[in-house]
């Protein structure tokens, strides 16, 4: 079974701080991708890499994925109240199905 | 359609009560997957459809969960003598290359009495 510790849990910081959050496993994945999810609502996908050592940028987040591919990181600047949200990493496919970590809670303060 | 849409946004069931959850993937996703998600944890796999085949069930938590997908699109998660335990929101994504990752529906929300 392949199992994803996403840290720090959560996390609430003000608006213009730095940040950034991990996702590991001990397992090898073909590919990972980063969700966020808010209330009610699905995750909705932001980034998938593939590649060890791979870097993505979306504008103000940056996406690491480790060089032995078990590991990745979301590194967020100068957050804004409008990336509060859950964070979900998720790792596959195992089979055809993707594994997700538990997230991390994200509140950006005004 | 656009998006994935998931019918009812919320139900609530008495214990023992059999329920219907209806998923409508994006048109052409040929995977379509149904995810369970409890109150503060990440979403965890229930089971998987390529077309109309159902390639992996391995994460029904009982034979009281049931899916189909019997024409290549629609997909139903039916659950059986509903117990409170079930309670949690269940989601349905769909991808053209699930390897690229899913686009998931906004969930049904399950609430059992």
């Known amino acids: 079974t392949q199992l994803l510790e996403q840290s720090p849990q959560f996390l609430s910081i003000q608006e213009g701080e730095n940040l950034t959050v991990y996702c590991n496993s001990s397992?090898?994945?073909?590919?990972l991708q980063w969700y966020r999810q808010e209330p009610g609502e699905g995750p909705v996908l932001l980034v998938t890499?593939?590649?060890?050592?791979e870097v993505k940028k979306l504008k103000r987040l940056t996406f690491q994925f480790g060089d032995a591919r078990k590991d990745s990181s979301l590194h967020i600047t100068a957050a804004q109240p409008g990336d509060t949200g859950l964070y979900l990493c998720?790792?596959?496919?195992?089979?055809?199905?993707?594994?997700f970590g538990d997230g991390t809670t994200l509140t950006v303060k005004p | 359609g656009a998006g994935v849409s998931q019918s009812p946004r919320y139900k609530v069931a008495k214990r023992g009560q059999d329920v219907a959850l209806r998923c409508d993937p994006i048109s052409g996703h040929v995977s379509l997957f149904w995810y369970q998600q409890a109150l503060g944890q990440g979403p965890e796999f229930l089971t998987y459809?390529?077309?109309?085949?159902?390639?992996?069930k391995s994460g029904l938590p009982s034979d009281r969960f049931f899916a189909e997908r019997p024409e290549g699109s629609v997909s139903t998660l039916k659950i059986q003598r509903t117990q409170q335990e079930d309670s949690a929101v269940y989601l349905c994504?769909?991808?053209?290359?699930?390897?690229?990752?899913?686009?998931f529906g906004s969930g049904t929300r399950l609430t059992v009495v």
């Open positions: 397992s090898v994945f073909s590919s």
């Open positions: 998720a790792g596959g496919p195992g089979a055809g199905k993707s594994t």
């Open positions: 459809f390529q077309n109309e085949a159902q390639l992996d």
């Open positions: 890499v593939v590649t060890g050592g």
């Open positions: 994504a769909s991808s053209a290359r699930h390897d690229y990752g899913y686009t």
